[in-house]
């Protein structure tokens, strides 16, 4: 019964990151069929599905009854545990299982760390022309849209239009993917036979 459980890829991760595959796909599809572009609509649902999927594998992992079977009867069952930000969680919840986590100051839990930042900010979207300040460095990476210095304190236009790219969705899918893979590799290999077919749902954009 663990071993069918853990191998089966329909899980609520496994679905959440396989939407924003196919949001990239859709995507393309529509910019390489004469979208006049790449600025897409589909990118802004992508960047919360993607933290969404991540916080999903936390849970699932750590917090559910699947969760007994990779920690035992020691797995996190406080109320509170559930409420942390998933920050927190993927900081907290590897240290207490598997004794060591993420480095906070190194990939992937850096972008981890933007991409739920830029998640906050448009779940809380107020139709600013300012952007945040983290906008800036999504442009110097192409994943937002650039603007001449002048425009750089607002523009004519509501920021969340800067971010809604296409390089923007493979970002947001390969930064979840990048951190979900992340995570199990820090499970002891006594563990990862339970953990492995949750790895074949992160598998990254090229």
Known sequence: MATSFAQTSVTISGDLITHVRVLHKMAKDVIANGGTSDLTPFAIPAYILAVTAVEAFVNEVFLSDFGSLVLGESQLLLDEAEKLDVRLKLILFPQFAFGQTLPKGEQPYQDMDLLVKLRNELV???????????????????????????????????????????????WAHNTACATVLAVLALAPSEKQPLLAGLSHNFLQIP
């Open 124 to 170: 809380h979207y107020k139709m600013n022309t300012k952007p945040p300040t983290f906008i800036k460095q999504l442009a110097q990476r192409k994943i937002a849209v650039g603007v001449p210095a002048e425009e750089e304190s607002g523009g004519p236009h509501p920021w969340a239009d800067r971010v809604s790219t296409l390089e923007g969705i493979r």
